[in-house]
């Protein structure tokens, strides 16, 4: 069974700094992954997908993402914070014809 | 705006009763997903419904049923409501040819009181 985790449950850091997010998955076959971010009471907004080809893939508002096989892992970075991004990021993994499954998700908050 | 429509927004009603949230699909889109987010937790898989078809089922009450209908906006029926069934409720959609992850609405927030 396919399965997402994301250890950090909360994450503080300051605005201007670098962030990373971690996901590492489990899934039996090439995995589709997903970042989403969830801004208070509102849905889910795609941030980056990876399907196939180049590891690191850029998505929306500045933030990149890589894919480690070697490592199961699809870690989100930003280089520099704002205090816009504070939100919940989600991690998901599925395939076509397969339901994503979708890790708790880190909540993060930036500090002025 | 994803192209994915819920409504209503918010929704406050007494336990004990019974509440329609609705869902469109993006144009397009054949698959219907429905999630519940508790306060402060994750996504929780309801219900998946293909061009009208029930495809997979999550931890979905017996109290709560579903469908998807010939113009492929969905419908979530809840009954019986306890104060525990406040959430926010998510519906998602995704492609019928391409496979390109979920679009999310902007959920329905349903109290009970």
């Known amino acids: 069974a396919q399965s997402v985790t994301q250890p950090d449950i909360h994450i503080t850091v300051s605005e201007g700094a670098s962030l990373e997010l971690r996901c590492n998955y489990s899934?039996?076959?090439?995995?589709?992954l997903f970042w989403y971010v969830q801004s208070p009471g509102q849905g889910l907004q795609l941030l980056l997908k990876y399907f196939s080809g180049d590891t690191l893939v850029q998505g929306i508002k500045g933030f990149e993402a890589e894919f480690k096989r070697s490592q199961s892992s699809f870690n989100l970075r930003k280089p520099s914070v704002h205090w816009s991004d504070a939100a919940e990021y989600v991690c998901a993994v599925g395939s076509a014809g397969n339901m994503l499954t979708f890790g708790g998700g880190t909540r993060l908050m930036v500090k002025p | 705006d994803s192209g994915v429509t819920q409504t209503p927004k918010h929704l406050i009603t007494a336990t004990g009763q019974r509440v329609t949230l609705r869902c469109s699909p993006r144009?397009?889109?054949?698959?219907v997903y429905w999630y519940q987010q508790s306060l402060d937790q994750g996504l929780q898989f309801l219900i998946h419904y293909y061009n009208g078809e029930e495809r997979a089922k999550g931890n979905i009450l017996e109290r709560f049923s579903a469908q998807q209908f010939p113009d492929l906006h969905s419908e979530l029926n809840l009954s019986s409501l306890e104060l525990g069934d406040s959430a926010l409720y998510f519906c998602?959609?995704?492609?019928?040819?391409?496979?390109?992850?979920?679009?999310f609405g902007s959920g329905t927030r349903l109290t009970v009181v």
């Open positions: 144009s397009g889109d054949l698959s």
């Open positions: 998602a959609s995704s492609g019928g040819q391409v496979f390109r992850g979920y679009t």
């Open positions: 899934y039996g076959a090439t995995p589709y």
